[in-house]
């Protein structure tokens, strides 16, 4: 009886699965070819690098960040550690201490659109548009104005990576280096600043 019971309630699911169209398994793989690159892109390496996680959620937040998945590009990134960012006096989307603090006060509106333009000035202080680059040189960000130059650093034996053996602006430190498919990402300990 219950053999019975089951045939007769599972008939409906069966004309129901042979009412589907499907597609032969053959055509679906042809169709698909899936992107490989050698190393991974710049957002990949950010998303796997825990020290960094700070820095990626604000680029996150702007359209540069599709500058790290694209591949038709190569940027160098100067990415601060989470540390260096957390102990910055003003946080990237707070901006530069106003000269004067007025008490002028601003709709919700108008602090989210100065908040955003505060965190992209910052973000493209961090990028430079080229990769490889040579650090004896000084280079462009995307920060209009901004470069970032390079420093040897004093008690330098010339052991160890390039990257190890210089600073950035202000004593800047490059602690880590790794390469993507669409360029190179410095680990720093501290920030680049915005100044022009």
Known sequence: MRLQLLAILSLP???LASQEKQ???????????PQTHAKPSLADLLTIEPSASIFYSYARELELS???VDTT???TIFVP?????MS?????????KPPVDEGIQISEEEFDNQSKKNV????SAHIVPKSPIRLDSEYPTLLE???ISFRPISKNDGKGPEWSRVTLEDGVRIIGMKEGSNGVLFLIDGTVSEAV
């Open 88 to 96: 910055l006096a003003r946080k990237p989307h707070q901006g530069p």
């Open 23 to 33: 597609i032969p398994m053959s055509i679906a793989i042809e169709d698909y070819s």
């Open 120 to 123: 992209e000035r910052w973000v």
């Open 13 to 15: 699911l069966l004309s």
């Open 73 to 75: 590009s190569s940027y």
């Open 145 to 147: 104005g901004k470069t």
């Open 66 to 68: 599709a500058n790290f």
């Open 81 to 85: 550690t989470n540390k260096a960012v």
